[in-house]
């Protein structure tokens, strides 16, 4: 609880204070030394405010002020007067004193001025918990930035977290699709109860529709046992459908009919099964123009996309890359007992240039590798070798064939793409745009699984 202090050389008079402040519910304490009272101060941080007189044996009200100024330039210090003496309190006001009152007073007179300041003081609290609440929404959960497209998003979170609405995640690869995802999750009613993410692109269709519906055992070859399925998992929680761009239409019809009648039945089974999730689905395909070409339902895709989020790609949010190398940074420390403190001028004008097409993460695995490899405690530019540098540097063209050139490219381009994406190959596979099958004969042929 806050107090009121009263320093007053006459006992009647700072008793008369107390019990006036009593009277209004406030809290006090008085005292007749003014080093009493700076004890009392710093002793005790309750006090938010000083009544003292000016005029005192020993020490004055300005030495008070002073004193309880420095030890806490918070507290508001108000000194009371006699007549006469108001160009001391003059003097008071431009030491720091918040206001003065003159001897004499009415009762009223004294309440005014206290409940004046105990209103600024609140204000100036409220002032400050904002800020505080706006700093935190620079970070989201694990979701770091503050340029103002991820603030944005920050925005969007809260906005649609506690909603019931589906919602669409579109963004590049690496972008923080997922890390949305969890972060509506996490931050809506339903947290209590299962996140469960499906890989869609993981799985073969009859795969993927056991996995979400389930089935029953003998269904299927292989289908040994009942399996109960994502949805049924995730009954009061959200499933999240990632990577949703390329299921099969029969799996969408299905998936339709979940979003409108919040049933299905498993593989094998005739008995509708009742559900209540909230789907989050992800994407770094343009849906529409899967919709325009008739692969992908656009009934399903006005019901997904209740609420679209557009995950800006990193280079269009760079002023985010300070920031993000300090998150990695501590994390990746952390993880590798190193000290690394910083990046030098030089290397973050080398980040700050790259266009990162493998986005956040791709960021997150050079600040990775850096802190790994770095030798001082900061970051150069070597230890921060880029995608399209490496490319650029097989300079070995001597006696060798366009054929050999451009398989030593390939093979580059190709362990690239898999840094970039983790080691993920479907992923890498999606990016290059091959498909699944080529992308790994590639690797048998430049011998590249050996590496992973
Ligand atoms: N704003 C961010 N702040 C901190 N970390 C982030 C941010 N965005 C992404 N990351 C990190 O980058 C990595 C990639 O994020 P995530 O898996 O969510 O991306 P994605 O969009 O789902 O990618 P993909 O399409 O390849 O699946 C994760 O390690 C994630 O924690
Ligand atoms: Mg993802």
Redesign the pocket.
């Known amino acids: 609880m806050k107090k009121i202090l009263i320093v007053d050389d006459d006992m009647a008079m700072g008793e008369m204070c107390k019990e006036l402040l009593k009277s209004k519910g406030y809290a006090s304490d008085a005292v007749t030394h003014g080093k009493d009272a700076i004890e009392k101060v710093s002793m005790n941080g309750l006090y938010t405010i000083v009544l003292t007189d000016l005029v005192m044996p020993d020490m004055d009200g300005i030495e008070v002020l002073k004193k309880v100024k420095q030890h806490n330039p918070n507290i508001d210090v108000i000194v009371m007067t006699s007549y006469g003496t108001v160009t001391n309190a003059v003097e008071a006001m431009k030491l720091g004193a918040s206001d003065y009152i003159t001897k004499p007073f009415k009762r009223d007179e004294l309440i005014i001025v206290i409940e004046k300041i105990l209103q600024l003081q609140h204000l100036e609290g409220e002032v400050d918990r904002l800020r505080s609440e706006l700093g935190e929404k620079y970070t989201f959960g ?4 503050e340029s103002p497209k ?1 603030k944005k998003i920050y925005e969007i979170i809260s906005n649609v977290s506690n909603t019931e609405a589906n919602i669409l995640i579109q ?10 995802a969890r972060a509506i999750h996490y931050n809506s009613t339903r947290k209590d109860y299962s996140f469960v993410k499906v890989d869609c692109a993981a799985l073969a269709e009859t795969l993927l529709e056991s996995e979400l519906f389930g089935h029953e055992k003998g269904s299927f070859t292989g289908a040994t046992k009942d399996r109960i399925g994502r949805f049924r998992t995730a009954d009061r929680g959200t499933v999240f459908l ?2 949703i761009g390329n299921i099969s239409l029969s799996v969408q019809a299905k998936l339709l009919r979940v979003l409108q009648d919040s049933e299905f039945e498993a593989v094998g089974s005739d008995e509708p099964i009742k559900v209540n999730v909230r789907i989050i689905a ?1 994407t ?1 395909a343009d849906l529409e123009e899967r919709v325009e070409k008739g692969l992908f339902r656009r009934d399903l895709f006005y019901r997904l996309n209740v609420i679209r989020i557009l ?1 800006p790609p990193l280079r269009e949010r760079m002023d ?1 890359i300070p920031m ?1 190398v300090a ?1 990695f940074l501590s994390i990746h420390n952390k993880k590798n007992r190193k000290k690394v403190e910083g990046l030098s001028r030089e290397a973050l004008t080398k980040l700050m240039s790259y266009n990162w097409p493998g ?3 791709e960021l ?1 695995n050079v600040v990775e590798r850096a802190v790994i490899l770095c030798k001082g405690n900061m970051i150069e530019p070597v230890d921060v070798p880029l995608y399209q540098e490496k490319i650029g540097a097989l300079q070995d063209l001597s006696g060798k064939s366009l054929q050999v050139l451009m398989d030593q490219v390939e093979r580059q381009i190709i362990i690239n793409t898999l840094e970039l ?1 983790s080691a ?1 190959k479907e ?1 890498a596979a999606k990016l290059l745009q091959i498909s699944r099958a080529s992308f790994y004969n590639k690797l048998n042929k430049h011998k590249i699984t050996e590496l992973l």
């Open positions: 694990n979701i770091i930035g991820i963004g590049e690869t690496g972008t923080g699709k997922e890390l949305v990632d990577e992800a770094n995950l985010d993000l998150h986005n956040i993460r997150e994406t993920d992923k």
